[in-house]
């Protein structure tokens, strides 16, 4: 996608992106990390709601959350712009028996076109937000969307990963090292579909939403420790990739360092109407 495309056709193409991997989504994209940062979501979400409150996935992809937060005990709706992730989402969901989860195709730009009434919690995993470029449109969707005093918990990735940056200055790769922080950085893993991925530190999405929102906490993920790509490293440095978990868990919440990892996740509470 160039930069000259237009705001129509921009989500046409990252739909287009997920459609050509949702078949292959879950077998070679989804590992022990991604697993790993999935619970300590959910274990966040626990903490903010109790058993039986509603939740909106609105970037469901294959329906993984949607369904392992439906299991738990929530009343979960999910959506995405991919109609083949929502497919797959709706087969994995009736093979978890959950024939009647509510899985819905559609914009999280246009959050008032699919939402009846709002939800505790509305949330947004892996880079869900990294899609678009303007959040100002999504921030007012995401606030219709929740009910006073309910939460957004958003998963994003920020305009520089340290871990990323020192894996590539080590193999002498130094514009790699800081291409989050150009324009135009391109998704990868999508072949001939890739579509322009667009960096949010947690300072700007906090501007964005702060005229509906407050911030609970901030927690960077993957600081140092293994990103959802670094499979190869875990299993030839698996104590080593322990420590820097470990190393994560101890200061990625602590200022500076929450904005540098592979990605943040980011709590903000409805403020009353």
Not at 21 to 27: K, N, Q
Not at 51 to 75: Q, V
Not at 153 to 170: K, N
């Amino acid at each position: 996608m160039s930069n000259e495309q237009t705001d129509i056709d921009a989500p046409l193409s990252v739909a287009a992106a997920f459609d050509s991997i949702a078949d292959r989504f879950d077998a070679e994209l989804e590992n022990d990390i991604t697993r790993s940062i999935r619970e300590r979501m959910y274990g966040t979400i626990a903490d903010l709601l109790p058993l039986g409150a509603s939740i909106l996935d609105m970037n469901c992809g294959t329906g993984i959350d949607a369904i392992a937060l439906s299991l738990r005990g929530y009343k979960v709706t999910g959506i995405d712009i991919s109609s083949r992730m929502i497919l797959r989402a709706r087969q994995n969901a009736s093979r978890a028996g959950l024939q009647h989860l509510r899985l819905l195709t559609g914009s999280f730009e246009r959050l008032s076109n699919l939402v009846d009434s709002p939800y505790d919690l509305v949330l947004s995993n892996f880079g869900g937000l990294n899609c678009v470029e303007d959040l100002s449109s999504v921030s007012s969707e995401v606030a219709r969307a929740v009910v006073p005093e309910g939460y957004f918990v958003a998963v994003v990735m920020p305009p520089f990963s340290l871990r990323e940056g020192i894996s590539y200055a080590l193999r002498g790769k130094w514009k790699d090292a800081v291409r989050r922080l150009g324009s135009g950085a391109k998704a990868t893993g999508f072949t001939d579909r890739a579509f322009t991925v667009h960096y949010h530190a947690p300072h700007s999405l906090v501007r964005v939403f702060r005229p509906w929102f407050e911030v609970r906490r901030t927690t960077g993920i993957s600081v140092l420790g293994p990103t959802p790509q670094s499979t190869s490293f875990v299993r030839r440095h698996p104590r080593l990739a322990h420590r820097l978990e470990n190393f994560d868990s101890l200061v990625g919440s602590l200022p500076v360092i929450r904005s540098m990892g592979d990605h943040y996740m980011i709590v903000l509470r409805r403020r009353p109407s």
